[in-house]
């Protein structure tokens, strides 16, 4: 009997994983390939997607039922369709369906239940999900959201640190920026961070989020103003729940799995307003989130 199975891919900021998984959501095989945010570069992103999708196909003796692409930036492109249509026709015209990379993780994260989930990367959004229906607050991009990611801790940070420059005040941040950006005066070093794509001003957040450890109190500031600027898209999320409203809320993501501190802001800030609300770390492969999608909307796209 044919081997029937069905593929999840989480196309992120700064790469693609794409897993198959039988009918029973057992992992058959899995491929990686480089960025695959469709709002910072289109045509590099779908060709890293339809390459690791290939891979497994290859791979994979079998009947790939349906393919399911998470992919980071599409709530800010939109047209969601024709993004499925343009990969399906470099897959074999297999059934796609495109959604958020939020989606895709919520869909894994909750497993199917009623709930919210909070992806805070190199860029950030709140999904719930109650009797079918999504709710999204964020997720507009590093120019016009983004609370609580590696990109908005990074940007506030440099703020902060440029800020103190000008008043000639201590900010250990400032060091930490004149290291990082390989220059001895803060100022020489904007240019530099101008020319820096996304994924690369994200990954400085671990930098910042060590000082905060240390007690650095600029640093402190920085990530307790993202995490409550988090904290008040979850609120403005679960406010729009109709009653009884879902209490569970999973956190993913790399700021969110590896930031203790901004956790701990976050949840006593959604605890001031939701007491009961369950917070857990999601600590899965998003792109499992296709076992648990019920949606219909898979389309035999052809040529």
């Not at 569970?248 to 939701?274: I, Q, W």
């Not at 492969?285 to 898979?298: Q, T």
Request: hydrophobic share 40%.
């Amino acid at each position: 009997m044919t081997l029937k199975y069905q593929i999840g891919v989480d196309a992120g900021g700064t790469h693609t994983t794409a897993i198959a998984y039988d009918l029973d959501g057992q992992e058959l095989g899995r491929a990686e390939a480089g960025p695959g945010q469709v709002n910072t570069d289109y045509d590099n992103a779908i060709v890293n997607i339809s390459q690791a999708i290939n891979q497994l196909i290859n791979q994979i003796d079998g009947d790939c039922q349906r393919v399911l692409c998470g992919m980071a930036g599409l709530s800010v492109i939109g047209n969601a369709p024709q993004v499925a249509a343009t990969i399906s026709a470099k897959i074999n015209n297999l059934p796609t369906r495109a959604v958020t990379d939020s989606l895709l993780a919520l869909y894994n994260g909750l497993e199917g239940a009623d709930g919210g989930l909070v992806i805070a990367g190199t860029g950030s959004v709140f999904n719930g999900l109650q009797n079918g229906h999504i709710i999204t607050t964020g997720g507009y991009g590093a120019t016009l959201g983004d609370e609580g990611s590696g990109y908005a801790i990074t940007l506030a940070a440099i703020k902060s640190a440029l800020l103190s420059w000008d008043k000639r005040e201590e900010n250990d941040l400032i060091q930490m920026f004149n290291h990082l950006l390989g220059v001895t005066n803060i100022v020489d070093g904007t240019a530099k961070f101008y020319q820096m794509t996304n994924p690369e001003i994200a990954a400085m957040a671990v930098s910042v989020a060590k000082l905060a450890d240390e007690g650095e109190p600029n640093a402190t500031a920085v990530i307790k103003e993202q995490a409550e600027l988090l904290a008040r898209d979850i609120i403005i999320g679960m406010d729009r729940y109709d009653n009884p409203k879902p209490m569970k809320v999973a956190l993913t993501g790399s700021v969110l799995a590896n930031n203790s501190m901004l956790r701990g802001f976050l949840e006593d800030k959604v605890h001031t307003k939701y007491p009961q609300a369950e917070f857990s770390i999601s600590n899965g492969e998003n792109a499992r989130g296709v076992v648990f999608d019920r949606s219909n909307d898979y389309r035999h796209f052809t040529n």
